[in-house]
């Protein structure tokens, strides 16, 4: 496929205008964008009480020092994985039943007055229906309940893979 | 008497059954229940898990109630792939009948699932059945257009499932590693206690020779 240089020339003209966000609020609400479940992040477990509880109760089994450190950070961690998976399982996003169920036609009065039948209703008043009509299809394309939380926690199959990996080699390697 | 899921067999949990999870920390053996699983069949789950064990190490207690929490997911998770066919049957419902813009998905939802329950009052049952007269479908061709329309769905949950299934064999492998351990541990203890106490003969021996 060849790059036509008008339309290349119009996108980076355009992409200049995008600035993100502004404002404080705005920048600090962005930051957060990709952090849902914060496995990502690296965590130390080392100065946690249960680190060394754990560290305490693995020595007597004969590992060596490092074997302790290792399972019990592992185990932790796999712990990590496993609550963010019952958060996420739990609290899917809600779905929004005025949006999923409403007749952008007949059960919202507003429209019913604004869109004649005829079709000659004002330009912005068809692109305001058309917006919430594309709203409602991601709505419904999302599912229930049900599905959200299968869809959810399906995101977080990387994690679990990794996690249990992790542990399982560390109480291998002696 | 509570119904064992993991091994189909009925568990009386009145019976008295040594707990060999209590050394272990809590914040690796207390569960996180939803509000209508009951924690004494989870803890009947664990309990019939770690009799397998002959005095488990408190990691292998560990490891062994990470696998029952897996069991456990399992149990939800097939559960689920039920209630994704429940939920695209009232979907499709929702929308079949010819007056279908009065209809609230939301109703039809919850009337279905006691219609199919059973637990539907005459009313209701009269209802759904008018539905899907309307929309001239039996529930069984029903559930088949729902399978169809949450097929995607059913399918993330299967993954979910293996998931949990490619986890117990992790954790399977780590038990039985740290069995093996703990046995050439003993087994090694054992080898040197029979040194130690040939030595010990010999020294005798070699004494006595001097001392004669």
Redesign the interface.
């Known amino acids: 496929m060849t790059i036509n240089p008008r339309r290349s020339l119009a996108n980076q003209s355009n992409a200049l205008k995008s600035t993100g966000p502004r404002s404080a609020a705005g920048k600090r609400a962005s930051s957060q964008n990709s952090r849902k479940h914060g496995l990502n992040s690296a965590p130390d477990f080392e100065s946690s009480i249960e680190y060394r509880a754990l560290v305490d109760l693995i020595v007597e089994e004969g590992f060596s020092t490092f074997a302790c450190a290792d399972i019990a950070s592992s185990l932790l961690n796999y712990r990590r994985v496993m609550d963010a998976y019952y958060g996420t399982y739990t609290s899917p996003e809600p779905v929004d039943e005025f949006l999923r169920d409403a007749n952008m036609r007949a059960s919202n009065p507003i429209f019913s007055e604004l869109l004649s039948p005829s079709g000659s209703e004002p330009q912005d008043v068809k692109e305001m229906a058309a917006f919430f009509a594309s709203m409602q299809r991601q709505e419904r394309r999302k599912g229930g309940p049900v599905s959200r939380r299968s869809a959810d926690t399906h995101k977080l199959i990387r994690y679990q893979r990794s996690g249990i990996a992790r542990l399982s080699r560390a109480v291998r390697q002696d | 008497m509570l119904y064992n899921v993991h091994f189909g067999i009925y568990v009386d949990v009145a019976m008295p059954v040594e707990d060999k999870s209590k ?1 272990l ?1 809590p ?2 053996s207390s569960p ?1 229940l ?1 509000p209508d699983e009951s924690e004494a069949e989870f803890q009947s789950g664990l309990q019939s898990l770690l009799s397998e064990l002959d005095n488990p ?3 292998a207690v ?2 062994v109630s ?1 696998l029952n ?1 897996c069991l456990w ?1 399992i149990r ?2 097939t559960a ?1 792939k039920e ?2 066919l429940h ?2 049957m ?2 499709l419902l929702s929308k079949a009948g010819n007056h279908w ?1 009065t209809y ?3 109703k039809v ?1 919850e009337a279905l699932e006691r219609y199919l329950n059973g637990s539907a009052d005459n009313d209701e049952a009269i209802w759904i059945d008018e539905i899907l007269a309307e929309s001239k479908l039996t529930l069984p061709d029903l559930r088949v257009r729902a399978f169809k329309e ?1 097929a995607k ?1 059913i399918k ?2 299967d ?2 499932i293996h ?1 949990q299934h ?2 117990i064999r ?2 399977q ?2 038990i039985d ?2 069995g093996y ?2 046995r050439l ?1 003993k087994r090694m203890d054992l080898e040197l206690a029979a040194l130690e106490s040939k030595q010990s003969v010999k020294g005798a021996l070699t004494l006595d020779d001097k001392s004669s």
Do not use: G
């Open positions: 050394p920390l914040f690796l996180k939803l190490s408190p990691l560990a490891l990470q929490e997911w939800r998770h689920d209630l994704l939920e695209a009232a979907r813009d609230d998905n939301h939802s949450a769905y993330m949950v993954d979910l998931r490619q986890t992790h954790l492998r780590s590693s740290i351990k703990s541990i």
